[in-house]
């Protein structure tokens, strides 16, 4: 019985173009009390990898967490073993924005303690209390409210490259990191505000608006099925787009174009652009944003150090990267002090303490 991948990310990408079926790339999540974690998610690999399923999927005592692609033509078969399951019945899945067949390469369906790394205790208090949801409409007449505070749930790399109009975006590494600076630069606005918050796809939200509401904040408010689901409910209800530019997203695509605006800048020489890549440098693999000059000419690399790194013969560099691990970088997104455009550290409510 086959429980985990076996196939190489190559081996794959070869299997799809030998397929030539359209897939589709969708996420979505659940908070349920799940008693044993590792036998559900067996269940899962098993049923799935005789689907064509491919993705991550994290499954906790606290419920699901997939991103995931598959062929267009099995989609029912998948929907309907979700239904299958008490409390996957008739769950919202967001489609992706943007498809491509090769955003996910394997299936990895993974136990951990928590399927968003948020560092909290549940048990302080109840994760269950969140906020209202709101629709695509609903949330943009909140968010030009001036009784309103807009904030980004997501990470410094994700809302570079794109985020709403007028929304406080935290300049941090991790969701974790967020919460605590959050409450303590809106203290003074917990009963007097509405407390509206967005991320990728909701699930950051569902844990921080009950956590918020523990806080304190009185009015608190998240955007249903995040930024993928208001862009679907944008385009059907030929509703105004209030999100600038694009929607970072954790496969391969790396990101979703949301509207034309460019609002991020190549990290090396500082031109207008918003893709992000890792250095070629396997030693390095900085995640950063690098225009296409630059790419030509450093090699897909972020410093010349990392490009003559590069140059050398492969097992010259497996012998340099032995027993060194990872750089430090590799978890600064973009911070590393060797990229002269990089994301500058600031005040992340200056601009709201000015208005």
Known sequence: MQLYNKLSAKERAELIDQAGKKRLTLSFYQYANIGNPQIL?????LTWDKLEVLGRIYVATEGINGQLSLPADRFNEFKNHLDSIDFLKDIRLNIAVEQDNKS?????????????????????????NKGIHLA?????????????????MRNHYESEIGHFKN??????DTFRDSLDIIEADLKDHKEDK???????????????SAYFKHKGFKNVFQLEGGIIEYTRQVKEQNLENKFLGQNF??????????????IANCHQCGEPFDVHTNCA?????????????????????CSTTCMEINRLPFEEQKELR???????????KGRANHLPHKKDLRNIFDHFQKK
């Open 104 to 128: 996910f390469l394997k299936l990895k369906v993974k136990v951990r303690n928590k399927i968003v790394a948020d560092g909290l205790n549940d048990d302080t208090f109840d994760v269950t």
């Open 281 to 301: 440098n396997e030693a390095c693999h900085l995640l950063f944003i690098q225009c296409p000059k630059c790419k030509e000419a450093m090699e897909n690399c």
């Open 322 to 332: 032995k027993g060194q691990g990872n750089s430090n970088d590799i978890f600064k």
């Open 249 to 262: 997203v954790f496969d391969d695509r790396r990101a979703e174009r949301i509207s034309d605006d460019v």
């Open 167 to 172: 929304a406080i975006t935290p300049d941090v």
């Open 194 to 208: 509405n407390l509206v918050m967005y991320c990728t796809g909701g699930i950051r939200c569902e844990k921080a």
């Open 136 to 152: 695509a409409e609903d949330f943009n007449t909140y968010i030009e409210d001036e009784n309103t505070i807009l904030v980004d």
């Open 41 to 45: 998610r067996d269940h899962l690999f």
